[in-house]
């Protein structure tokens, strides 16, 4: 017999998904668990002291608002990347895979222009919790963007290839990294009004 | 989702961008309502329910949960049932 | 892989055998899963044996306090012992990797990643895990993390030693090591993380046809829920490991709170931090944890059992909607460890609560387990006399943990020596000897040889005797009032009386490491030179006995189609009393 590890491309006749769809929601799953527990650590690290910032008047709202609209305009052409593949248009996928890299870039950079800001005026993790929590969970979520450019990058490039030999699977894997990427998005829209509107 | 016809992509299309004319509209709304004074509690209300709104947007429509498979709603409800312990009670800890 | 990959796979799998590769590929970075459970089991074992020996050089200390230690005292560094006298730092270090190397780098790995990697895909007919080159990075980000932690232990002031719970703000403000653990933790979570996710989806998608999911094996049942418990509750413990990292190394206070003493100064941090918030973390894993030590261990009794009483399991079902149950409350009773951290009176009630819930489906599977042994004719076996061991071990187990989690009791139990010996309890001669079970039970599976049963007997014996001789003790001594963190027990007058305990405890303790000698011996030895055995020698009934030993890559020579249950062993009209899952027509 044939040693093949099935529902690669093809979906299971009975959960109706592939593998790596299942897979990577399972991933998510586990994601949504390590930013509940940092979202956990934050409400008790709040409600446990009196004298917490207003995220406001302390934080840069215009470049954090800017940042919302690139991640939140990546997501979109993420997924149009891949609707392109599901139209056969394979060069579409291209022009709309490279500007999903290039805003991620954009949200990376203005970002760093916002650390850069706070180290100027001395702001560390160490300067108090709020700056604390505000470093770690930012960081954290700008290493899943980083980790998302080098997914969405091996796509567009080496990985490409396997268009040509299975177009569904390369469709199903572009689906699955647009996935992680909405779930990035997803997570700054709640880390957006946490950290700095509230 | 694979095995979609032209005609089913093509309209999803549509949805995305009015999908994303939403979720800009609400990126504004958020922002806005910031700037207006009111009591924390309920500016945390106002806020947390604007995010789950963009939110559910996101996961409904670019993560097309609102057309996923069942295995993948039961993980996901899984998930949030013991999301919603895990971000309740430490914080019922101070009481 | 793409569709060229595919057909050069499948072709060398239509010969039945695995074509040429080179040895790094095959044995070393190989994406096979049974390679892959006999690396993660050869390296747990290794990982066990180092964490017991770690534990037997604190047993010196605790029934000898300030005595040299013979023999070996002057092996180690001035940072470590002085003419052979345990430093207090030191012992702190050995208790702290002790736990740590047991529960992360011993048993879950051979439970979950040794036998559920060789076990699970063969039981449900799958040619290999859904994903298996993360299968491969699995293993090794597990060997990365184990190499990190083992290193730790020769960067200056040594391991880490604030327990295997790292309760700050001691673990912030203690030595590099510290820092080495946490690092290795993230290898191990992401390494467990990666495992579960390919677990659950090899069993959802890949389990043969007519498999269904009532015919799964006990076993897979239980893999199948502990890799839900170990996708969701230890990422909350990634989240605790950051932050724990960035007090350590950015100078925040998380868990530092306002005004902080240290050596008698004010500590210089910014303060505002909780703690107990460390505590919620670390348990919202750390008490599923306990259930993924155990799930698996009971998946291994089960199929020892069953194919040892040579009848069915009595009550399949309740054992497979306990164990769902068991998964689904474990992760709600966590702070049923906190009960001293001043929480509230509504808060402990409803962990009170969930916690004489969650024993329920324990007992029941446990009972379900004893029944089945009602009108058998049992095989005694070596396998199953360790799972026969493990049904009262466990018991006991189970039964001390009770009055630790009614809060009234709790309060004079907390943090003294009943609590080493409850878990232990559970984990030693429970979990462990279930895994034992699994060696005895599955190696010729994957060596097409038995181990010897005389050597196997010796070992079982003088395990169970030592194991009680080790942990019974501590249930008196912590009833006593003994606390479990004492360096030297003998400075404190109400832990005298129990001292000549220790002294047995820890005789005990060496004995049982030098019980495993014949194991040791007959492990090696069989691989060469055991009792040759056809492919199914237990003469069982599930899938991995159905195909050639050992296994051929692809798992199976033909894609196996499954018509009835697991245990269908002594069933009436049948010639043989087993009846294969994936035989078609009657015996």
New interface residues.
Partial sequence: MSAEIHYISEPHPVSGVTNSKLGVWLFLASEVMLFGGLFSAYILLRTGVTDWPRGHEVLNVPLATLNTVILITSSVTMVMSWASLELKKFSKFRLYMTITILLAIAFLVVKGFEYAHKFDHHHFPSTSNFYAIYFVITGLHGLHVIGGIIVNAYLLLPGSKMWKTNPEQFTGRVEAAGLYWHFVDLVWIFLFPALYLL | MSGHSEVEVKKQVTLYLRVFFALMALTVVTVAISYVHMPILLGVAVALFIACIKASLVAAFFMHLSTEKKIIIFILILTVFFFAFLLATPSLHHT | ????D?SH??QT??SGHGHKMPFWKKYIFSVDHKTIGVQYAVTSLIFLFFGFGLVSLMRWQLAYPGQPLPLIGGWFSDTAMIGGIMLPEFYNQLGAMHGTIMIFLGVVPLSVGAFGNYVLPLQIG???M???K?NMMSYWLYFIGGILMLASFFVPGGAAQSGWTSYPPLSVIASGGQTWWLIGMVFLINSS?LG???F??TV???RTKGMSFFRLPFFVWAQFVTS?LL??????????G??QL?DRL?????FMPSGLVVNGAVSA??G???A??WQ??FW?LAHPEVYVLILPAMGIVSEVMACNTRKPLYGYKALVYSSIFLGFMS??VW?HHMYL?G??T??STFFQITTMIISIPSVVILTTLILSLWGASIRFTVPMMFALAFLPMFGIGGLTGLPLGLNAADIHLHDTYYVIGHFHYVVAPGTIFALFAGIYHWFPKVTGRKMNEALGKIHFYFSLIFMNGVFLPMLIMGLAGVSRRLYDPTQYAHALPTQPLNVFISISAWCLGLAQIPFIINFFGSIFKGKKVDDNPWQATTLEWSTPTPPP???????PVVYRGPYEYSTPGQKHDFWPQSMKENN
């Fill in positions: 892989m793409t569709n060229h595919h796979v499948a799998h239509d799958a040619p290999d859904a994903f298996p993360l993380l579960s996710v390919n659950i989806t959802v998608q890949l839900f996708l969701l509750a230890f990422p909350p413990l990634m989240a605790a950051v932050l960035s950015l100078g925040s206070s998380f941090v910014a505002g931090g909780n107990v918030l919620h973390l919202f992760f709600i702070a951290t929480m509230g509504t808060m890559h692809g798992n199976f020579l033909k894609e």
